[in-house]
C-alpha cells in the first residue's frame, strides 16, 4: 500500500505541476491538455533527465532525476507565468474592474471542477484496479517479463547512459529502452524495488491510458455542437472511451465460453466424447471458423466457464496463417486488456499512454490549436512553433518507446494538418507540397532529439518483405474487431444515409480499390524482384510451398486470396467511406449561431490563447472528420500486413501483425467510442432502439473475455503467494536459496557476474541472477540478444566460454576467461550444477567466496 500511494502521489504532483505547461501547450482542446498532464510530464522528465545522463553531465541517480524535475519545473513555471501575462494584456479596461490577480489557469480550474473531479476519480480507480489484478498474480516469470525486468534493474545500476546491457556484458542495450528508463526513474524516485516498480508501472499505463482516452473523447466531444451534449452527459460519456480501449476484449472468450457449453456441437457428437468411443466428433462451424483449439471437442463436463489449460492466451492467436502446403505459422494479435492482464511489460504497453499524448498533439493542431507561422531553414510551416517542437519530442519519443509507433502516429499527425489546411484553404496540390514541407523537419528534429539512442542502437529489422500466400479470412478479422467495427460501422451509415453527409464516392471507392490493388502489384513485384536476384532462394520457398513453377504458385496464391477475400472486403468498406466523405471537406464560414456559440464557450476556443484575436473560419471543421481520419489510419495499418510485412528473425508476419493491430486497436476503440456517443445523442427513437439493443449484445459478448479470464488468471483472486506486487515473491518457493543471494547481490559492488546460460535460455529461468540484481552477465537468453542486434556476431564464443569456465579443470584457462569478459563474481547455484559438470575446486583454490549460504556460493574474482 505504500508503495502503490507513493506512486499515486509522485505522479499525481508531476501531474499538477506540469498542467500550466500542458495549459499553454494545447490551446485547442477543451481540457486544456488536463488529462494528458501527467503523461506529458512524465515524457518532458524522463527526456531531460536521459538526456543529462547520456550526455554526461549528470549521473544516473537520484541527484540527476531532482535535477530533471527542477527543470521541468521550471519550465511550467515559464509557461504560467506567460500565460498570466498574456491573460492581463487581453484586458480591457470595462473588463479589468472584474478580474482578480489570478491567471487564467486558476479561472479554468475553478470553472472545471467536475472535469477534475472526474478526471482524477477515474485514474485513481483505474490505478488502483489494475494494482489490484497484478497484486494477485505478480509473478515475473514466463514469456518476456524477466528481460524486462533485467532492463529496469540493470538501468537502475548502471552508472551513466546508454545502460548496460543485462544480458552481454560489456555492451550497451541495444532496444528502445526509454520505457524502462521512466520506470526505473519512479522507482528510485520512490524507493521501491525494480521488481515493485514492474507491477505499478502496469497499473500506471493502464490509469494514464484510461484517462488519456477519457480526456480525447471529451475534447472531441466538447468541440462537437451537433452532438448536444449537455454539461453533465460531457463529462459522463468520454468514459466510452477507457471501456472501449481498455476493456473491451476481442470475441474469442465469448466463443471460448459457447464452445465449452457444447454450443454448435450436435448433441448425437457430445456423446463421442464419452471414453468409451474413440470417433473424434466433429462440428461444421467450429470447422468453419477454424480458430485453433476451438475445432477440438470440449471437455466434460460442459459449463460456461473455460478450463482449457491456458485458453485466455488464444485470445492473442485468433489470425490463423496457413500457407499454400497448408503448415500453420503463428501470428500475435494482441488487444490492450490481453497485455495487462497477461502483465508483459513489453514497448508496445509502455508506449500506449504516449501514443494517446499523439493523438491529443494531431486533435489540437486539427482544431487550430497551433494556429502560426514557423519559418524552418526557408521552409515555411503554418503551424506554431510550440506545436513543432512538441510533436517532434512526442513523435520522437514514441520511436524511443517502441519504434513501431512512429510510423503510425507521424502519418497522423500529417493527416491532421492536412485536415486543418484543407479546411483553411481547400483541396489542392498545395497540401501535398505542405505535408512534406512539415514532415521532412518533423521527423528529422524527432530523431536529432533522441539521437544518442540511436548511435547504440541496431535492430533486427531487414526492410520489406512481400506476403503473398497469408490473406487474412473475413471471420478472422471480425472475432479480433467486431467489438469496434459494430459502432463505427453503424457511425459510417449515419453520415452516409441519416446526416447526407457530402461524400465524393466514385473518388472515395477508386481510391480504396486502387490502394489494394498498387498493394497487390507491389507484394508480387518484390516476389519478382527476388526471384531474380536470388533464384536458389525463391526455389527453396516455392519447393516449401509445395508448387515446382512460378506460374504454379500465382495461381495457387490467387486462388487462395480469392477464398479468403472476406478481410480485404471488410477494410474495403472501412476505408472507402472514410475516403469519400474527406474528401469533400470544404472551407465555409461559420454563421452568427456559430460565432456566439464559440465565444459563450466555457474554455478559450480553439486558435486562440486565453483571448487572442479568433480566426473563426477555423472551427467548422466538423470532429468527427478527425474520427474519419483515425478509422482511415487504423484501417490502413490492418490492410498493409496483407501485402507486405517488416523482416525480421520470425521469418513471417507474426510481429508486423501484432505491432500494427495493436496500433489500429488505439485508434479504432476511439473512433468507437466516438460513434456510440454521437449515435445514441443523434438517432431518433426508433434507430436509438435498435442501435442500443445490437451494442448491448456486442458489449455483453466483448467483455465476457476480461470477466472470465480475470477469474481464470488470479485463480478467483486468491493468489497462491499472497497478495503482493512484489514479482520476485516466487523466488522464495521456486528458488529461495538464489533468493537469499539476490538480496546480497542488490547491494553489493556494482561488477559483471556470470551464471548459467544455454542455447534455449528464452523464455526460462536462465539468467535470473542478472535480472533480479542488475549486474550484467556474460551471456543471459542467446536467441533474444541475437533479436535485438540483428544476428549473433556480438555474442562471439560465450555460449562455449561459459560452459568452459565451470567445467576445465584448468586454472589457467579459468582465469582468461575471467579476465577476457572482466568477470568480478562467479556464481555457483542449483542452476549452475544442473546445466554444467561444475568443477568448483579450482574456485575454492584461486578465489575468495564473497557470499556462501543455502547451497549458493559466489566467489569474488580480484
Not at 513453377?549 to 478481410?567: K, L, N
Not at 547455484?829 to 559438470?837: V, W
Request: hydrophobic content about 50%; proline content about 5%.
Amino acid at each position: 500500500m505504500l508503495a502503490f500511494f507513493s506512486w499515486y502521489f509522485t505522479t499525481s504532483i508531476l501531474g499538477l505541476l506540469t498542467f500550466p505547461l500542458a495549459y499553454r501547450l494545447f490551446p485547442g482542446l477543451a481540457d486544456r491538455g488536463y488529462s494528458l498532464s501527467r503523461t506529458l510530464g512524465l515524457l518532458l522528465w524522463g527526456y531531460i533527465f536521459w538526456l543529462l545522463t547520456s550526455l554526461g553531465i549528470t549521473p544516473n541517480n537520484l541527484a540527476g532525476l531532482l535535477l530533471g524535475l527542477l527543470i521541468v519545473a521550471s519550465l511550467s513555471a515559464w509557461a504560467y507565468w506567460k500565460t498570466f501575462q498574456d491573460c492581463q494584456s487581453q484586458l480591457t479596461t470595462h473588463d479589468s474592474q472584474h478580474v482578480t490577480r489570478h491567471s487564467s489557469i486558476v479561472t479554468w480550474f475553478q470553472s472545471n471542477a467536475r472535469l477534475i473531479f472526474i478526471t482524477e476519480a477515474l485514474f485513481l480507480l483505474a490505478f488502483a484496479f489494475m494494482a489490484f489484478v497484478r497484486a494477485a498474480n505478480p509473478e515475473i516469470v514466463g514469456t518476456e517479463k524477466p528481460m524486462e525486468l533485467a532492463f529496469i534493474n540493470s538501468i537502475l545500476r548502471s552508472p551513466s547512459f546508454p545502460p548496460n546491457d543485462p544480458w552481454l556484458s560489456g555492451y550497451a542495450i541495444s532496444y528502445y529502452y526509454f520505457g524502462y528508463v521512466l520506470t526505473a526513474m519512479l522507482a528510485r524516485m520512490t524507493g521501491v524495488l525494480g521488481s515493485v516498480a514492474f507491477n505499478l508501472m502496469l497499473a500506471l499505463l493502464f490509469a494514464l491510458s484510461a484517462i488519456g482516452a477519457y480526456g480525447l473523447l471529451y475534447n472531441l466531444l466538447a468541440n462537437h455542437r451537433a452532438s448536444r451534449v449537455t454539461s453533465h452527459s460531457s463529462l459522463i460519456t468520454p468514459l466510452l472511451a477507457p471501456l472501449f480501449l481498455l476493456l473491451v476484449s476481442n470475441l474469442e472468450g465469448f466463443l471460448d465460453a459457447l464452445h465449452q457449453h457444447g454450443i454448435f456441437w450436435p448433441s448425437e457428437q457430445l456423446s463421442n466424447l464419452q471414453p468409451a468411443n474413440s470417433q473424434t466428433p466433429v462440428s461444421s462451424f467450429w470447422t468453419w471458423l477454424d480458430i485453433k483449439d476451438l475445432v477440438l471437442p470440449p471437455t466434460q463436463p460442459l459449463s460456461w466457464i473455460p478450463d482449457r489449460y491456458l485458453w485466455w492466451w488464444r485470445a492473442s492467436r485468433v489470425i490463423q496463417d496457413y500457407d499454400l502446403a497448408h503448415i500453420w505459422h503463428e501470428i500475435i494479435d494482441e488487444f490492450p486488456f490481453f497485455s495487462y492482464l497477461l502483465g508483459d511489460l513489453h514497448p508496445h504497453v509502455l508506449a500506449m499512454p504516449f501514443g494517446l499524448l499523439a493523438v491529443a498533439a494531431a486533435l489540437n493542431l486539427f482544431l487550430g490549436g497551433w494556429r502560426g507561422e514557423t519559418n524552418l531553414f526557408g521552409l515555411h510551416l503554418s503551424i506554431n512553433r510550440n506545436g513543432f517542437l512538441l510533436s517532434a519530442l512526442i513523435l520522437g519519443g514514441l520511436a524511443f518507446l517502441n519504434t513501431w509507433d512512429i510510423l503510425a502516429y507521424t502519418v497522423l499527425v500529417l493527416g491532421a494538418y492536412v485536415l486543418f489546411r484543407v479546411h483553411e484553404r481547400g483541396w489542392s496540390w498545395k497540401r501535398l507540397e505542405e505535408v512534406i514541407a512539415l514532415g521532412l523537419p518533423l521527423g528529422t528534429l524527432a530523431i536529432l532529439l533522441y539521437l544518442p539512442f540511436y548511435l547504440s542502437f541496431s535492430s533486427q529489422a531487414g526492410g520489406i518483405l512481400p506476403n503473398l500466400v497469408y490473406p487474412t479470412r473475413g471471420a478472422y478479422l471480425w472475432v479480433m474487431f467486431g467489438a469496434l467495427f459494430f459502432p463505427i460501422y453503424s457511425l459510417l451509415i449515419y453520415l452516409w444515409r441519416g446526416e447526407r453527409r457530402p461524400a465524393n464516392w466514385l473518388l472515395g471507392i477508386g481510391l480504396a480499390v486502387g490502394l489494394e490493388l498498387f498493394l497487390w502489384l507491389f507484394s508480387w513485384a518484390i516476389g519478382w524482384y527476388v526471384e531474380l536476384r536470388l533464384p536458389d532462394l525463391a526455389a527453396s520457398f516455392l519447393q516449401s510451398q509445395g508448387v515446382i513453377s512460378a506460374q504454379g504458385f500465382f495461381a495457387s496464391a490467387m486462388h487462395q486470396r480469392f477464398i479468403f477475400i472476406g478481410g480485404l472486403l471488410t477494410l474495403l468498406t472501412l476505408v472507402a467511406p472514410a475516403l469519400a466523405f474527406l474528401a469533400k471537406i470544404t472551407p465555409r464560414p461559420l454563421s452568427a449561431d456559430d460565432r456566439s456559440s464559440i465565444i459563450n464557450h466555457q474554455s478559450p476556443a480553439p486558435g486562440s490563447v486565453d483571448g487572442t484575436t479568433i480566426n473563426f473560419s477555423s472551427f467548422i471543421l466538423h470532429p468527427s472528420s478527425f474520427v474519419l481520419l483515425l478509422i482511415l489510419l487504423a484501417s490502413l495499418l490492418v490492410l498493409a500486413p496483407e501485402f507486405i510485412y517488416l523482416r525480421d528473425q520470425f521469418g513471417w508476419r507474426t510481429n508486423t501483425i501484432f505491432k500494427f493491430y495493436y496500433q489500429a486497436w488505439a485508434l479504432w476503440s476511439l473512433a468507437a467510442a466516438f460513434g456510440v456517443a454521437f449515435l445514441l445523442r443523434n438517432l431518433n427513437r426508433v434507430w436509438n432502439l435498435v442501435f442500443s439493443m445490437g451494442l448491448a449484445m456486442l458489449l455483453f459478448a466483448s467483455l465476457t473475455y476480461p470477466t472470465l479470464a480475470l477469474l481464470t488468471k488470479t485463480n478467483d483472486f486468491n493468489p497462491p503467494f499472497g497478495w503482493s506486487l512484489d514479482g520476485a515473491v516466487h523466488l522464495d518457493r521456486d528458488y529461495p536459496s538464489d533468493a537469499d543471494a539476490i538480496h546480497w547481490m542488490q547491494s553489493a559492488s556494482y561488477g559483471i557476474i556470470v551464471e548459467a546460460t544455454d542455447r534455449d535460455a528464452s523464455y526460462s529461468d536462465y539468467a535470473h541472477i542478472s535480472t533480479y540484481t542488475g549486474l550484467s552477465t556474460v551471456l543471459g537468453w542467446p536467441m533474444h540478444e541475437g533479436q535485438w542486434r540483428g544476428g549473433y556476431t556480438e555474442q562471439g564464443s560465450r555460449l562455449d566460454d561459459i560452459q568452459h569456465l565451470y567445467e576445465t579443470n584448468d586454472w589457467m584457462t579459468a582465469q582468461a576467461i575471467l579476465n577476457q569478459y572482466n568477470i568480478r563474481y562467479v556464481y555457483v547455484g542449483s542452476l549452475e550444477r544442473s546445466a554444467y559438470h561444475v568443477n568448483e575446486s579450482k574456485f575454492q583454490r584461486f578465489l575468495q567466496p564473497v557470499y556462501q549460504n543455502g547451497g549458493v556460493t559466489i566467489y569474488g574474482v580480484p
